[in-house]
């Protein structure tokens, strides 16, 4: 049965399991619940349970070098916000080994050394998904809407210069 308006379902699997596990992660911060083991299991239903701690140290990294207040929703929440959006798509980068992309989205919410931890700990992630033979897309063009949205717009009388 699909759930009307539901923007978690036009994710694919990897990614909506990855959302509820970052989503579980949160909302065990507010409520006592065991996150942990809930996300355990959750990847070890994709067949990558070693990539658990990966994720808990990503979002360890998050809450304490976020440079604002994340927008991460509520397990049952529908709409997928942009900074999930964004931590998927990081993911993905981090996979897909670009982590000079990664790093650019994950320094826009992050101190520099925050950034350096979440993104270790998304490359280690996405490596154990790939062991288990899970693959997250890989943004291209998402990626200058979040790492370059400054420089939109600048023209060639604009105060925005490159080297080239």
């Known amino acids: 049965m699909s759930i009307p308006n539901d923007e978690r379902l036009a ?4 990614q909506q399991a990855l959302l509820w596990c970052m989503r579980a992660w949160v909302a065990g911060l507010q409520q006592p ?9 959750m990847m070890a239903r994709l067949d990558a349970p070693d990539a658990a701690p990966y ?8 809450r304490h070098g976020a440079t604002r207040r ?14 999930e959006r964004m931590l998927l798509e990081t993911l993905g980068l981090a996979q897909d080994r670009r982590p000079f992309e990664a790093l650019l989205l994950l320094r826009g919410i992050l101190t520099p050394e925050g950034a350096r931890a979440a ?10 998904l790939a ?34």
Do not use: N, Y
């Open 11 to 14: 994710l694919p699997v990897e």
């Open 33 to 41: 619940i065991e996150a942990g083991s809930r996300i355990q299991d």
């Open 55 to 62: 994720l808990e140290g990503m979002m360890f990294a998050l």
């Open 70 to 83: 994340l927008a991460i929703g509520c397990l049952c929440w529908r709409h997928v916000s942009g900074d």
């Open 119 to 128: 993104l270790h700990s998304a490359e280690k992630l996405g490596v154990s």
């Open 131 to 164: 062991q288990a033979g899970r693959f997250l897309p890989a943004p291209e063009a998402e990626v200058r809407r979040f790492a370059f949205a400054s420089s939109a717009g600048a023209g060639p009388h604009s105060s925005f210069r490159t080297l080239h």
